[in-house]
Nanobody, 115 residues
Framework: QVQLVESGGGLVQPGGSLRLSCAPS????????MGWYRQAPGKRREAVAT???????NYADSVKGRFAISRDNAKNTVYLQMNSLKPEDTAVYYC?????????WGQGTQVTVSS
């Protein structure tokens, strides 16, 4: 079982910024897509941003221009820089990776945007 370690969540005021990080706890090879998903209470889990191994990026319309996803392939680490945060960004954020047609999830990190 692949374990993903996430960090960077917390409480922030509207307009503030947070940076999330995620990496496997052990050695893993052949990671394809890495990404960030979020789930608010009573809502479906949704994709926020994904980044394949070639470095291209994909964003949900709701976060375009505010969030930036990046990855360090040498460290197998994926980041999510979140700027201009809004209350509607409040959710549990989950790291995800695809590896040989298997999906692996982090434990989730809470992001709360509130004044």
């Amino acid at each position: 079982q692949v374990q993903l370690v996430e960090s960077g969540g917390g409480l922030v005021q509207p307009g503030g910024s947070l940076r999330l990080s995620c990496a496997p706890s052990g050695t893993i090879f052949g990671i394809n897509v890495m990404g960030w998903y979020r789930q608010a209470p009573g809502k479906r889990r949704e994709a926020v941003a994904t980044i394949p191994s070639d470095g291209s990026t994909n964003y949900a319309d709701s976060v375009k221009g505010r969030f930036a996803i990046s990855r360090d392939n040498a460290k197998n680490t994926v980041y999510l820089q979140m700027n201009s945060l809004k209350p509607e960004d409040t959710a549990v954020y989950y790291c995800n990776l695809e590896h040989y047609n298997k999906g692996y999830w982090g434990q989730g990190t809470q992001v709360t945007v509130s004044s």
